[in-house]
């Protein structure tokens, strides 16, 4: 994978701003260069320099130096580098910054892990810090070897962003501990997304011991970086070119004396950690400031918007001035409305708003557009709003849209937070070209559609699910069933099961009997859905009959009922955890799923800790076997076996020992053979065929003609 020339001047930024951060007798990881004389990295790569444990949490002395060097800058000359202590955030495995517990042995992501190093002396001649940007896109990443040398960089693909970690799939290369720290760079944005923090080892392939199947590998996002460093001076942006002479011609126009720029140009580098001109500011290096770094124009808007409040009040109203200034802010910062502790300061309210979910939030503010990300919570989405403009002829931003709907919502559920939020949106209107009175009017007639909905909802009812797991006996005239309900109040359990082979009329009547008995207030409304193995997927349910008498006229589990034939849930979150345990299936192990991983939180580590497994056995208290296989189906696992009853060790070892060495399209018949002899022996209570249950996702499991869109499928 060799960089051939043009990579290499493509990624000059990249190669100017690398650093190699050094152990006793080798690097040990990478960091990234973020101003003349501040590295950012991973704490743990600090550690290993230092000769500590990796995750140990204390700060290091500040008498304690790391050696690190600028490769691709001057290779020979080593500087030292000494922990910011306010910039210290060892792993931990809480969200909580108060509990800085180490994360245990294979938790996967845990939090922290940031660090970040101020240089003895600037960095030497031809280093620059290097440009950020969030990680929206899916675009191909490189990450470097702490080395510096060209051959050993990888490629990968980012899965999926959510706080605090970017996972990504590895295209090319072999990921090792010393592209720890260092910077996930996007080729063609020519910026940084985030920081490499961590790896997942693919098992050998068999006959291959010494090849490894391609890793999954793991980046700190900007957001996360952020949200961690709250004191870190804004980052440097890939330099914006659009917009700039327009910019300075209304500089020009709002400021009017050099005193105005001089003292703007004070303040903005006062917020943004950086040396004032002094006698020398002027309109080109206030802009240039502005321009970049991250939000940095959001906090010249701020400050100027302030300057002209207290001595141009007028020029605020006057046609072509604020909003003209707004207007170019946008061309040069599409996506930044915000200055930075606005940003902040908005987010920490958000992060205890829990009335409204994300989607829903993006989906009503912005029906209209489509592609939209999935935001991971309110901060995401919000910084999604920010983006977009107003639809013509709509005063209100969309970003004020979001947060006025999340006020509306908070307030109507009893939250605490609303009138800090509202306090927010009524504050930051102005400078965003909103009237206040805008923000008023819109927030009341979003209350009103809000209790009228309300109100709608309470008269309601969701039409339930009834949800038949076949298991048919060749060829496809007997079948074992279980027969589950689900209601949009959070009932889902099974209702009904049939271990001994019936034919399809007597499936149709145990159907029938839940419709009326179960479901009785939406017989004819439910949704009636198959789960059948890949083998049987052309089974023709719809030809299946009840006569039933005169008055009802027959009973047809057909499309009159609106009959789906699938699996489980799968949503564009899980698909590619489904995908990449599809191509592993008959190689990977099988997971335990035991007592100790009823938290929601330890069964998704478990399952990211394992990202191959699609096989997974569930042995746990009956009431938390829905939780977890919540957790599985998620997380993209295609085979779910468990015990609605027993969850004792030995049938953990059991229910391992029946699915070990078994290919996975065998599974579903293996099943019904077990409670065949269940219901053969009746004088062995404690045989693990009884009440046994299985959740089966095979690969090719929805073809076309059978199976509706599977984005569309996301409940239960």
């Known amino acids: 994978m060799r960089p051939d020339v043009s990579s ?8 100017r701003a690398f650093v190699s951060v050094l152990g006793q007798f080798r690097p040990v990881g990478a960091g990234v260069l973020i101003a003349p004389r501040l590295v950012l990295t991973c704490a743990h790569v600090v550690n290993s320099a230092l000769g500590r444990d990796r995750f140990d949490t204390l700060l290091p002395p500040r008498d304690q130096t790391v050696p690190v060097r600028l490769p691709h800058v001057d290779r020979e000359r080593r500087l030292a580098g000494r922990v910011l202590p306010e910039m210290w955030r060892p792993p931990r495995s809480r969200s909580e910054a108060g509990h800085p517990a180490p994360p245990p042995a294979g938790m996967l992501p845990y939090y922290g892990d940031l660090a970040v190093l101020e240089l003895d002396t600037e960095a030497p001649p031809g280093a620059e810090p290097a440009p950020f940007l969030p990680q929206r896109d899916s675009n191909e990443v490189v990450a470097q070897w702490a080395s510096g ?3 050993p960089t990888l490629r990968a693909i980012p899965r999926v962003s959510a706080h605090p970690w970017i996972a990504l799939d590895v295209l090319g290369g072999t990921v090792a501990d010393g592209f720890s720290g260092g910077p996930l760079w996007d080729r063609e944005r020519q910026a940084v997304v985030g920081l490499v923090v961590a790896a997942h080892e693919a098992a050998p392939q068999p006959g291959h011991d010494h090849h490894r199947l391609p890793a999954a590998m793991y980046a700190i996002s900007l957001s996360s970086i952020e949200a961690e460093l709250p004191g870190l001076p804004p980052v440097a942006v890939p330099a914006a070119g659009r917009g700039r002479q327009q910019l300075l011609a209304m500089l020009e126009q709002l400021l009017t004396s050099r005193q105005a720029v001089r003292e703007c140009e004070e303040r903005l580098a006062a917020q943004l950690g950086r040396r004032p001109a002094g006698p020398a500011a002027d309109v080109e290096r206030l802009a240039g400031m502005a321009m970049g770094v991250r939000r940095g124009v959001p906090e010249l808007l701020d400050i100027v918007y302030e300057h002209l409040a207290e001595f141009r009040p007028s020029s605020l109203t006057e046609v072509g001035g604020w909003e003209g200034m707004l207007r170019i802010a946008r061309l040069v910062s599409p996506r930044e409305r915000l200055s930075l502790q606005r940003r902040r300061n908005l987010n920490a309210l958000l992060a205890q708003c829990d009335a409204i979910d994300p989607t829903t939030l993006l989906r009503t503010v912005l029906p209209y557009a489509e592609g939209l990300p999935t935001p991971v919570d309110l901060a995401d989405a919000t910084d999604i709003l920010e983006g977009y403009d107003p639809q013509p002829g709509q005063p209100m931003t969309p ?11 908070e307030r109507a559920a009893g939250g605490d937070l609303a009138d800090d939020l509202d306090a927010w949106a009524r504050s930051a209107a102005p400078r965003l070209g909103v009237a206040r009175a805008a923000v008023d009017q819109f927030r009341a007639d979003a209350s009103v559609a809000h209790a009228a909905t309300a109100a709608a909802r309470r008269t309601e009812s969701v039409p339930p699910r009834v949800q038949v797991e076949l298991l048919p006996v060749a060829p496809g ?11 949009g109040d959070g009932r889902h359990e099974v209702v009904l099961a049939q271990d001994t082979e019936v034919p399809s009329h007597q499936v149709v009547e145990a159907i029938r009997q839940v419709l009326n008995t179960e479901v009785q207030e939406h017989p004819e409304t439910a949704l009636v859905e198959f789960f059948v193995a890949p083998a049987w997927l052309r089974l023709d349910v719809d030809t299946w009959e009840f006569p039933g008498d005169a008055d009802d006229g027959g009973f047809y589990p057909g499309i009159t009922r609106r009959v789906v034939l699938r699996s489980s849930e799968r949503t564009r979150e899980t698909y590619a955890g489904w995908k990449r345990r599809s191509s592993a299936l008959p190689t990977a192990p099988r997971l335990l799923l035991d007592e100790r991983c009823t938290d929601p939180a330890v069964a998704r580590a478990r399952l990211e800790v394992s990202p191959d497994a699609g096989i997974v056995v569930v042995c746990c208290d009956r009431q938390q076997q829905g939780r977890v296989l919540r957790q599985c189906i998620q997380a993209g696992v295609h ?5 609605r009853e027993n969850h004792s060790g030995q049938l953990a070892t059991d229910l391992l020992a029946l699915v070990e060495g078994i290919d996975h399209t065998r599974i579903p018949e293996a099943v019904r053979l077990e409670r065949a002899k269940a219901k053969a022996d009746p004088d062995c209570p404690t045989h693990h065929g009884r009440w046994l249950s299985l959740l089966h996702d095979g690969p090719d499991h929805r073809p076309p003609p ?6 569309a499928l996301t409940q239960p």
Do not use: E
Request: aromatic fraction near 14%; hydrophobic fraction near 60%; charged fraction near 5%.
């Open 8 to 15: 290499a001047l493509a990624d000059a930024p990249l190669h």
């Open 149 to 151: 040398h060209a051959l």
């Open 399 to 409: 970003l004020l849209q979001g947060i006025v709907h999340i006020v509306v919502q």
């Open 477 to 487: 005239q007997l079948f074992t069933y279980q027969i589950w309900v689900w209601s």
């Open 639 to 643: 085979t779910v076996l468990w015990h």
């Open 706 to 711: 059978l199976a509706p869109d599977p984005w």
